[in-house]
């Protein structure tokens, strides 16, 4: 799918009729103060040497080092700089990359002293960065003219992200220019993916806090936050923010430079910010899961065999949610049941893919999707043969939630998803389950839940469509999914075991 990004979406972020009057010179501006100078960590009173004797005591003011933080931030160099002219004629050096230079030093100070993690920044130039996200977990660019980037800096961030890396694009004053220059260099890095909008109930907005909610200028016609997310698996591995961030890092307003500046206010700026933080920290290990090439691989299109394959639904949504989940969910059925298994992924478009020897299609998401004409006949023919359906909620998120109940009304427009009895057979085809284990994310909702929760459509007295609004894949995984809505590692395998040895017995 392209990404949906015109002249139009410009003029949305500009006041009225000033689209014409604006240069992308506009936003080349200094936007906040300086730096702080490294603070001076003085320790005093101390009589007792820290070394046994001989070593020298410290002195009562002599500055002792702490060990410097791993750092989690690099600020990307791009651009050009040039000198500013203030009002009193004074003047001084700015950047395209550095317009607000204290903000990721901010927002770190800020995560520091709330969320109690310690960590620092450093500057990045991409002609010499090894793309290693162990080396720098998240890349940050920010600016306000149009981002232009060489091809192969394109090709470094998505090898970089590929391989388990995060990056954030900060509009810094709401610049269309540079957002339009990140959309950009995102198609010719991600060609086959899409930008996408964060879902409101997503991580992204309540990993540390809850922002649904927030403050910006009148003209940007809304009270909703704008991220938006470019997917690997079910991890945000880019975050684009059309409005301002890093000036609210640093506690300054963009207006007082760049009148038609477009930016959250400094609470809500830092509010998301720590929850980008504590994002990047907490799905780090999802993206090097992610990566990690899986152990028996996807194939395309159909294999023949007398054995059981998983065959997961290539949608044009966000189709390939947890990669390693599969495998696991394969090598769990073959060790406790006496199934033959295929232990290779296949993918399949429906419509363009046969499935006359296809039982089982997986179909997971965790954005909005939609199935046309060819892949909603494709799918009634095969329910109709006889063939299981599972769809897996992956995060459990209301955006895919609704895609799949709207998208199942193209396929059965009479029936809809109902929840499944706890005592119907499926529950006890390998494994008997009555109790579950949800992740916390759940468990706040939901305090009493304990009973699992999946919905189906029957036909001719079977299970055909088997629907879990909460995440199954994640737990296939493995590994922690924070603020994700699902089953926890044991259960998910038990209750996925369970609904493949049922579709292979009706």
């Not at 998240?138 to 995060?166: C, H, N, W």
């Not at 690997?232 to 307003?253: A, E, N, P, Q």
């Not at 691989?297 to 390939?320: P, S």
Request: net charge neutral.
């Amino acid at each position: 799918m392209p990404m949906l990004r015109t002249a139009a979406l410009i003029a949305v972020l500009l006041h009225a009729g000033a689209a014409c009057a604006l240069d992308e010179n506009d936003y080349f501006k200094p936007l906040g103060k300086p730096p702080e100078a490294n603070q001076k960590r003085i320790k005093g009173g101390e009589a007792v040497p820290p070394l046994p004797l001989p070593a020298t005591p410290l002195r009562r003011s002599e500055r002792k080092r702490e060990p410097a933080p791993p750092t989690l931030i690099g600020k990307v160099v791009w651009g050009a700089e040039a000198d500013f002219v203030e009002e009193d004629g004074s003047k001084h050096r700015i950047a395209d990359w550095n317009l607000a230079p204290a903000d990721l030093q901010q927002l770190l100070r800020k995560a520091g002293q709330h969320l109690k993690l310690r960590y620092k920044h450093d500057t990045v130039n991409l002609n010499t960065f090894s793309g290693d996200p162990a080396e720098m977990p998240v890349l940050f660019l920010s600016g306000g003219r149009t981002l232009r980037l060489p091809d192969e800096q394109i090709q470094l961030l998505r090898k970089y992200v590929l391989a388990g890396g995060m990056i954030w694009f900060d509009s810094v004053a709401g610049s269309p220019f540079f957002y339009e220059g990140a959309v950009q260099t995102l198609k010719k890095a991600f060609p086959e993916e899409t930008l996408r909008p964060v879902p409101l109930d997503h991580p992204v907005y309540h990993t540390i806090t809850d922002v649904e909610k927030v403050q910006l200028p009148a003209a940007a016609g809304t009270e909703l936050p704008q991220l938006e997310g470019l997917y690997v698996g079910c991890r945000v591995g880019v975050v684009v923010s059309k409005f301002g961030l890093g000036c609210g890092w640093d506690d300054f307003t963009p207006d007082s430079r760049i009148p038609h500046a477009m930016f959250y206010n400094v609470r809500d700026a830092n509010l998301l910010g720590l929850n980008l933080v504590a994002y990047a920290v907490g799905y780090q290990r999802v993206g090097i899961a992610h990566a990690r090439p899986e152990l028996f691989g996807l194939a395309e299109g159909r294999t023949q065999t007398d054995e059981f394959v998983f065959a997961q639904v290539r949608h044009g949504g966000v189709w390939n949610t947890d990669p390693g989940g599969p495998g696991n969910l394969l090598r769990t059925l073959a060790t406790e049941t006496q199934t033959k298994v295929v232990f290779r992924r296949q993918a399949i478009k429906l419509g363009a893919d046969g499935l006359d020897d296809t039982q089982f299609l997986y179909l997971s998401g965790c954005h909005d999707f939609t199935l046309d004409e060819a892949e909603v006949r494709a799918l009634q023919g095969f329910l109709q043969r006889g063939g299981t359906l599972l769809i897996d909620n992956a995060q459990g998120l209301q955006l895919f939630d609704k895609a799949v109940r709207r998208e199942l009304k193209k396929v059965f427009p009479s029936a809809d998803l109902q929840r499944i009895d706890p005592a119907h057979e499926l529950f006890a085809t390998r494994y008997a389950i009555q109790k579950v284990s949800y992740t916390p994310a759940v468990q706040r909702l939901e305090p009493k839940l304990e009973a699992p929760v999946l919905e189906a459509i029957q036909l001719d007295g079977d299970l055909r469509v088997i629907y879990s609004p909460y995440d199954l894949g994640g737990g296939w995984q493995g590994d922690e999914h924070p603020q994700a809505k699902g089953y926890l590692r044991a259960d998910a395998l038990r209750l996925g075991v369970n609904i493949v040895v049922y579709a292979m017995t009706h």
